[in-house]
């Protein structure tokens, strides 16, 4: 490769020291860039045999520098560089006129077995070769299997297939009781305008009929992918191309092999929901049967997670963590099936031997569910929900930021209902009256902006005449 002149375009000072050193043994002529712009600049002023380019750079990201690349010079070979996790960037890139791509980080074997053959192929066509789309699923492969969550797989089914071929809507159907439904589209799209929210079985049959992945093109511009389970139809991907974008053999043949991918880990998220959910309804179950033994805490737990819930809605949380949020709220007080009835239901207040015995219960909680496989989050609300700002709390002794948000949005809501909540040996506090015991105690016990949310919540709410608690 001797007296070859590349350039490398990448932000990241250590890359483009590694690739000087690298590429420098070889006796090649390296140039640098650190951004898209002083890139372009380079490629305008002077020829290369090849271009390294990272994928993610500010002002210019990758895409938009080659674009420019190919409007200067549409033959120089351009390999991109693009970090684990982000294979379909790779893919588009591809698409949009790149030669080869590498994952960092990278052995030097095979960046140097790269950067060779690219110099030496010349450029090639940027369309997606059969080696590379085979390397590119076993990658997305990882990203997908590793996935139990159905929503989160969706959505990044949905990603990977808008960011490497860039239709103009995209969609997954699946099967629920004889008919399709219309689960995850493209963030911000209209689709019920473009594809109906269902589809009848009998709509949609010819595409399963030869039990094989198969793309199908319909009318309108839709590429229709269909997802085998192990014994049923799963569902179908829809996927709509701007008029006058073609999807090649190749392209075809990565959506067939993909959509095998990703119906194993459809099918296995929904085992795991099943799986997860039975567990969960089990819990709430015992959870009713502690609520049970006392009638003065009936229904608590349901009210904390509804607290909670609109709390971690208004401060503007993922869905994900609503979810986490909503089941740590139902678990959090099961560990109390440990402690004697007549310690849980004493008609008065806790002495400290008692108080002690009962700070336990985040403990035991967290023990109870361990077998069960809840995600890390769950378990630590549970555990972490009575500690305090001023970290006087319990059963670690945290303080302020070191408490996830989650149990500072946990710890609110079920001081709140405790408070409204009568007991034998007091009456329930009037909304005003817990209200005023938060503010009291917000950045002592509570967290300063968990409460401010919540009252302003509860105050807009009692304005409007509707009811939380």
């Known amino acids: 490769m001797g ?49 390294l380019l990272d994928i993610q750079m500010p002002l210019m990201d990758g895409f938009e520098v080659l674009s420019a690349i190919r409007s200067v010079d549409k033959d120089v070979p351009v390999v991109v560089m693009t970090g684990f996790g982000t294979v379909e960037n790779a893919v588009r890139a591809l698409k949009s006129g790149a030669s080869d791509f590498i994952v960092k980080p990278f052995e030097m074997q095979e960046f140097l077995r790269t950067v060779k053959e690219n110099i030496d192929a010349g450029g090639r066509s940027g369309e997606m070769s059969k080696l590379k789309m ?24 949905i990603a990977i297939v808008n960011n490497i071929f860039q239709p103009e809507d995209v969609a997954i159907y699946l099967a629920e009781e004889g008919i399709f439904i219309l689960r995850k589209h493209l963030p911000g799209n209209t689709l019920k305008k473009r594809f109906p929210v269902s589809y009848g079985f009998e709509e949609i049959s010819g595409i399963f009929a030869d039990r ?8 309108g511009g839709i590429v229709r992918i269909p997802l085998f389970g192990k014994e049923k139809n799963l ?8 008029e006058g974008s073609a999807v090649t053999e190749n392209e075809v043949k990565f959506l067939e092999i993909f959509a095998i991918q990703a119906a194993i880990g459809i ?23 502690l609520e049970a033994k006392d009638s003065y805490t009936k229904g608590h737990s349901e009210q904390v997670a509804y607290y909670s819930f609109l709390i971690g809605r208004q401060l503007g949380l993922p869905e994900r963590d609503l979810e986490i949020l909503r089941n740590a709220s139902y678990l959090h007080d099961l560990g109390k099936l440990g402690i004697r009835d007549s310690v849980l239901l004493k008609p008065g207040p806790l002495d400290e031997k008692e108080m002690d015995i009962i700070k336990r219960h985040p403990e035991m909680t967290v ?18 929900h009575h500690e305090r700002i001023n970290g006087k709390g319990y059963p670690t002794g945290l303080k302020g930021d070191e408490i996830p948000l989650s149990a500072k949005i946990l710890s609110v809501a079920d001081a709140y209902s ?17 209200i005023s ?15 401010d949310v919540f009252v302003k919540m509860l105050r807009e709410n009692e304005a409007t005449g509707e009811e939380y608690g």
Do not use: H
């Not at 015991?437 to 409460?451: P, T």
């Open 3 to 51: 007296k070859r002149k590349i350039l490398v375009i990448d932000d990241d000072a250590g890359i483009r020291n590694l690739c000087r050193e690298v590429l420098e043994t070889e006796e090649c002529r390296v140039s640098f860039a650190s951004n898209g712009r002083e890139g372009i600049g380079k490629l305008e002023n002077g020829d290369f045999d090849l271009i």
């Open 134 to 157: 085979i390397e590119t699923i076993l990658e997305l492969n990882r990203t997908i299997v590793s996935l139990t969550s159905l929503a989160l797989l969706l959505d990044k089914v």
């Open 212 to 219: 094989r992945p198969q793309v199908t093109r319909t009318d």
């Open 235 to 242: 569902g179908f991907i829809d996927a709509r191309f701007r």
């Open 267 to 289: 099918e296995n998220a929904m085992l795991f929901d099943v799986v997860k959910n039975s567990y969960l309804n089990s819990i709430r179950s015992l959870v009713n049967s």
């Open 367 to 384: 023990k109870i569910l361990e077998p069960l496989g809840l995600r890390k989050e769950e378990m630590d609300t549970c555990f972490y």
């Open 418 to 434: 405790a408070m409204i909540s009568e007991r034998p040996y007091r009456k329930g506090l009037m909304k005003e009256e817990a």
């Open 437 to 451: 015991e938060l503010e009291k105690w917000a950045g002592i016990q509570f967290d300063n902006n968990v409460v």
